[in-house]
Nanobody
């Protein structure tokens, strides 16, 4: 059984920072991309950042460019999202996602490309 467990969410003031992490278990692939998506109240889920298995491909939504950094440690089966200069509009539930299998250097941005999802972690940014 594959599980993705996120941690690191919380409440911060605008301009603050948070670091999210997501650890997977039960996944046998060694080529899968992983990513972060978010969903704010009343809005659809949206892409935040994705990273390929190799780490050579990273993609960011325009809203997070220059402020968010995605990374992964395959030895720890963990993907990270470092967020700085947070804004109230970053408030959302952040979900970690993983492919079941993928291409070594490819990181899709569509949520439908991902097979496994975490339970989500709340990020709240106050003004």
């Amino acid at each position: 059984q594959v599980q993705l467990v996120e941690s690191g969410g919380g409440s911060v003031q605008a301009g603050g920072s948070l670091a999210l992490s997501c650890t997977t278990s039960g996944l046998t692939s060694s080529s899968h991309a992983m990513g972060w998506f978010r969903q704010a109240p009343g809005k659809e889920r949206e892409f935040v950042a994705v990273i390929s298995w190799s780490g050579s491909t990273k993609k960011y939504a325009d809203s997070g460019k220059g402020r968010f950094t995605i990374s992964r440690d395959n030895n720890k089966n963990t993907v990270y999202l470092q967020m700085i200069n947070l804004k109230p509009e970053d408030t959302a539930v952040y979900y970690c996602a993983s492919e079941a299998w993928g291409d070594y250097d490819i990181a899709p941005v569509g949520g439908h490309e991902y097979d496994y999802w975490g339970q989500g972690t709340q990020v709240t940014v106050s003004s």
